[in-house]
T-cell receptor, first 113, second 115 residues
Framework: KQEVTQIPAALSVPEGENLVLNCSFT??????LQWFRQDPGKGLTSLLL?????REQTSGRLNASLDKSSGRSTLYIAASQPGDSATYLC????????????FGKGTKLTVNP | GAGVSQSPSNKVTEKGKDVELRCDPI?????LYWYRQSLGQGLEFLIY????????KSGLPSDRFSAERTGGSVSTLTIQRTQQEDSAVYLC?????????????FGNGTRLTVT
């Protein structure tokens, strides 16, 4: 059974700092890995999707890496801003007739001005 | 619409009553998912629809839960004889579908409170 773990559960940093969020998964037979952002009372917003054949994806100040063999992914946020404060979730999918995602419990990020 | 729409946004019901939650996916998305998010817990997969294929119901927690998707578009999640442990945020998501390796787009969810 696939399990996804995110460490740390919460992180507080000053504005402008670069930071890394970690995600690990137990079964390396994944189809893709996605990073999401969730603001309080809202649904999830997809940030980055890394296909199993890829090593990383970048979007603006965000960079996500994937090491499938070791079961790890990182989300790097450069020059953090207060608006980045949210819960960040990673999820992996295994294509076996349905691409349902298995989620971690998330990292709650607070960027202090 | 531009995004996934869910209604109602909030629902308070008495224990034992039935509830229906609605999801309008993004136009053209053939895959539709229901997830449940409980306080302090991660997202729990409930059910997945892909085109005309039989749905993957493997995540439904009990036979009180059912879902349908009519015409390949709108989906309804029904919870019969609600219990207090059903209280959670129910999230719907859609994507282009199997084989496209496309990201999931989520609605804002329905917050269900069973009193």
């Amino acid at each position: 059974k696939q399990e996804v773990t995110q460490i740390p559960a919460a992180l507080s940093v000053p504005e402008g700092e670069n930071l890394v969020l970690n995600c690990s998964f137990t079964d390396s037979a994944i189809y893709n890995l996605q990073w999401f952002r969730q603001d309080p009372g809202k649904g999830l917003t997809s940030l980055l999707l890394i296909q199993s054949s890829q090593r990383e994806q970048t979007s603006g100040r965000l960079n996500a890496s994937l090491d499938k063999s070791s079961g790890r992914s990182t989300l790097y946020i450069a020059a953090s801003q207060p608006g980045d404060s949210a819960t960040y979730l990673c999820a992996v999918s295994r294509r076996s007739g349905s691409e349902k995602l298995v989620f971690g419990k998330g990292t709650k990020l607070t960027v202090n001005p | 619409g531009a995004g996934v729409s869910q209604s109602p946004s909030n629902k308070v019901t008495e224990k034992g009553k039935d509830v229906e939650l609605r999801c309008d996916p993004i136009s053209g998305h053939t895959a539709l998912y229901w997830y449940r998010q409980s306080l302090g817990q991660g997202l729990e997969f409930l059910i997945y629809f892909q085109g005309n294929s039989a749905p993957d119901k493997s995540g439904l927690p009990s036979d009180r839960f059912s879902a349908e998707r009519t015409g390949g578009s709108v989906s309804t999640l029904t919870i019969q004889r609600t219990q207090q442990e059903d209280s959670a945020v129910y999230l719907c998501a859609s994507s282009l579908g199997t084989g496209y390796n496309s990201p999931l787009h989520f609605g804002n969810g329905t917050r269900l409170t069973v009193t």
